[in-house]
């Protein structure tokens, strides 16, 4: 089973390695993949190295959707489709901002790809700004904590509900602190035709300031407080929840990053806790969590 | 039946072009003045005409491009088509495609791009990609311009070239015109277009990395390849002009072409439509006795140093006409490159430059012969301006 090579550049505790090595052992060896820039990208490919035991190709920050419609396209036309899987793996800044446009026409195509986004809730490649993927009150280089800011001011963007928009046959979220469920959502998608969208949350020890040691610990965190839900939707229909139990306040999550320290310090931080912990109430009645 | 004259619009004799090339994936975007093809393609796939290929209706020229990135890494036969706003939104991809070695094939329906906003034909678009590393060929009417694909998959996909490929054609003037020609026939093109077999591509069972990043210890050495490429591809354009004329017949100069520059004091230069419109005001102005010649630039890049200066070294006064301009430099592209070919040489011709037809402003025969004229002034005289607008309307400035 094809998995990331050793000797890449990633940070110690790096979630970008691990995401990676679970798409792998889900699409196994028969299997073309395409990263836009990124982490990922950078440091499995430092000329002329590479951690890439399957058929690689980078091309652009935002066009990593199109460059897969195009290599499925060209399997077809030649004949080598056969149960080739063709699987892009983006950042959340690939994926929800620059790569959006790029994703939307794929998906409405109902070209046979799986997206997988690999969501660290922020540009971690270009030193921690934030994308529309970074969560109400994070601190980030461009949306930092200060005199008279709580952090980031939006929620993130929810793609895999625009991907339910398009009526992708198949949404699902996951975690990489769950490799098994992580495993199996990107081996269903890369089987249903179409496509195909696995969203992965991917604490990074460099952008959320936690001890390398603690990623999945932190990830976890974020399921066990309902700040990040895991479901999958089929054909638009919520078809199955990872439920709560003994659901952890917000506070358990937060305070173990640095990005959120400033809300324990400031005057008013407990109040955007309070919304951050609304965020989390809002997620189990919507998903049914509990 | 060979050689068979039909008269077809300069959109459709490109696109019979694309089908008997036998592309794998075509991926484009509809834009004026483009869309002819794109719509005779999609009527082509709609007919099952085009074997073994998939087109892929892209939500944007950016797109158009990029799954062309992935398609022809994967191995396959590839073909684009667009202008003006489109290809300026696929320079960041031009880049990356020549950069990737990927031989995806063009045309560039000549457009001015906006602002102000204008439809209509000069080749600002394509002069502004100049640097991406794509070939970039010129085509006089639209026979040249369906059998120029046909040469320009055969440059592109050469193993000693390995670059994409723009076929410019103005736009409307040619993309829209009706005009007699012979269509490529099948046989004959599989003839001269041999099936695309890459030594490198994205193979589950021979895996390799395409896009990788080089740091300074090596990005320089890509560059330089890539410019030995361009390199390599000055010959083998000639050798694709040639190679075409030996099995249909048909020869339209290789990397430049000349009329009746044997004899010439007054040597005009040029790409495109209005090369037609030039010859004749030549035949007209040499039955009056001036002796002028004209060299059609058929390859902007690589841009063919040696031939044009080959081609230049008896003249007296070089003419450049460009339907492009270089804001801040008050000159056209054309110009710019003849006078820096014949910089450091023993050819020492006064070289002045005209813009004209700029957003589609008709250019007729009276222009050219002001041009002229003006020319023959410069032998007399001197330069007395370098480069100019040929057709300024001045009650707007």
């Known amino acids: 089973m094809s998995r990331l090579a050793p000797g890449h550049r990633g940070c110690a505790g790096c979630c970008d390695a691990m995401a990676a090595n679970f798409v792998l052992e889900a699409v196994g060896d028969d299997a073309i993949v395409v990263s836009p820039t990124g982490c990922l990208e950078v440091m499995t490919t430092p000329y002329p190295e590479s951690s890439w035991e399957?058929?690689?190709?980078?091309?652009?920050?935002?066009?990593?959707?199109?460059?897969?419609?195009?290599?499925?396209?060209?399997l077809k036309a030649m004949g080598r489709k056969g149960n080739t899987k063709v699987v892009a793996i983006g950042g959340d800044g690939a994926t929800l901002d620059i790569g959006l446009q790029a994703i939307s026409g794929a998906f409405e195509r109902g070209d046979d790809i799986t997206y997988v986004c690999v969501d660290n809730e922020a540009y971690m490649n270009t030193g921690v700004q934030r994308s529309g993927a970074t969560p109400?009150?994070?601190?980030?280089?461009?949306?930092?904590?200060?005199?008279?800011?709580?952090?980031?001011p939006r929620p993130k963007k929810n793609m895999p509900a625009i991907l339910v928009a398009h009526d992708s046959p198949y949404v699902a979220t996951t975690s990489i602190s769950y490799p098994k469920d992580m495993i199996r959502k990107v081996k269903k998608a890369v089987d249903i035709e179409g496509p195909t969208y696995v969203h992965a949350h991917a604490p990074c020890t460099t952008g959320w300031k936690f001890d390398t040691s603690k990623t999945v610990e932190v990830g976890k965190l974020a399921v066990e407080t309902a700040l990040w839900p895991m479901y999958e939707m089929e054909n638009g229909e919520l078809s199955n929840v990872r439920k709560v139990k003994n659901r952890k306040p917000v506070e358990d999550y937060l305070k173990s990053q640095g990005r959120f320290k400033h809300l324990f310090t400031m005057d008013g931080g407990k109040d955007e806790i309070t919304k951050i912990q609304a965020i989390a109430d809002w997620n189990v009645k919507h998903y049914g969590l509990e | 039946m060979k050689n068979k004259m039909t008269v077809v619009e300069g959109s459709y004799t490109v696109a019979h072009s694309v089908k008997v090339c036998r592309p794998n994936v075509i991926s484009a975007y509809p834009i004026t003045p483009q869309t002819h093809i794109v719509e005779d393609l999609s009527q082509f796939m709609a007919d099952g005409e085009i074997p073994n290929c998939e087109y892929i209706n892209v939500e944007s020229e950016f797109s158009a491009i990029s799954a062309l990135v992935g398609a022809s890494a994967a191995g396959a036969r590839t073909y684009s088509s667009?202008?003006?706003?489109?290809?300026e939104l696929m320079h960041e991809v031009l880049f990356n495609v020549s950069g990737m070695r990927l031989p995806v094939v063009m045309t560039v329906a000549n457009r001015a791009v906006s602002a102000p906003i204008n439809i209509w034909n000069d080749q600002q678009d394509s002069i502004s990609q100049r640097d991406t590393g794509?070939?970039?060929?010129?085509?006089?009417?639209?026979?040249?311009?369906?059998?120029?694909?046909?040469?320009?998959?055969?440059?592109?996909?050469?193993?000693?070239?390995?670059?994409?490929?723009?076929?410019?054609?103005?736009?409307?003037?040619?993309?829209?015109?009706?005009?007699?020609?012979?269509?490529?026939?099948q046989d004959l093109t599989d003839e001269y277009l041999p099936k695309y077999e890459p030594e490198y591509f994205l193979d589950t069972k021979n895996p390799m990395t395409f896009g990788a990043f080089a740091d300074p210890t090596t990005y320089t050495e890509f560059r330089y390849l890539q410019q030995k490429a361009m390199d390599n591809a000055l010959e083998k354009i000639e050798k694709a002009a040639d190679d075409f004329n030996k099995i249909f017949g048909r020869y339209y100069g290789g990397l430049i072409d000349t009329y009746k520059t044997e004899d010439a004091e007054i040597i005009i230069m040029a790409m495109g439509s209005i090369i037609g419109t030039i010859k004749d005001v030549i035949d007209k102005v040499r039955s009056d006795g001036i002796k002028v010649g004209l060299v059609k630039v058929r390859s902007f890049r690589p841009f063919p140093v040696e031939a044009i200066r080959k081609a230049l070294a008896e003249a007296s006064v070089v003419v450049t006409l460009d339907k492009n301009i270089s804001l801040g430099l008050n000159e056209g592209a054309l110009l710019t490159?003849?006078?820096?070919?014949?910089?450091?040489?023993?050819?020492?011709?006064?070289?002045?430059?005209?813009?004209?037809?700029?957003?589609?402003?008709?250019?007729?025969?009276?222009?050219?012969?002001?041009?002229?004229?003006?020319?023959?002034?410069?032998?007399?005289?001197?330069?007395?301006?370098?480069?100019?607008?040929?057709?300024?309307?001045?009650?707007?400035?």
């Not at chain 1, 980030?140 to 200060?146: F, H, I, M, Q």
């Not at chain 2, 667009?82 to 290809?87: E, F, I, N």
Request: with cysteine.
């Open chain 1, 54 to 74: 399957v058929p690689w190709i980078h091309s652009l920050f935002e066009n990593a959707a199109a460059v897969a419609s195009g290599v499925d396209a060209a």
């Open chain 1, 136 to 152: 109400y009150g994070a601190s980030t280089t461009t949306s930092p904590a200060g005199k008279q800011s709580f952090g980031n």
């Open chain 2, 82 to 87: 667009t202008t003006s706003q489109g290809l």
């Open chain 2, 134 to 185: 794509w070939i970039q060929l010129y085509a006089e009417d639209t026979q040249e311009a369906g059998d120029m694909t046909a040469q320009a998959f055969k440059v592109a996909e050469e193993r000693e070239v390995k670059l994409p490929a723009m076929v410019c054609m103005d736009g409307f003037i040619l993309s829209h015109v009706y005009e007699p020609v012979i269509l490529l026939e």
């Open chain 2, 337 to 397: 490159e003849v006078k820096s070919s014949l910089y450091n040489t023993d050819i020492n011709v006064p070289v002045m430059g005209f813009m004209l037809g700029h957003g589609g402003r008709d250019i007729p025969r009276r222009t050219i012969r002001m041009i002229i004229d003006k020319a023959k002034d410069t032998m007399r005289s001197g330069i007395a301006v370098e480069s100019e607008f040929a057709d300024l309307r001045g009650d707007l400035v």
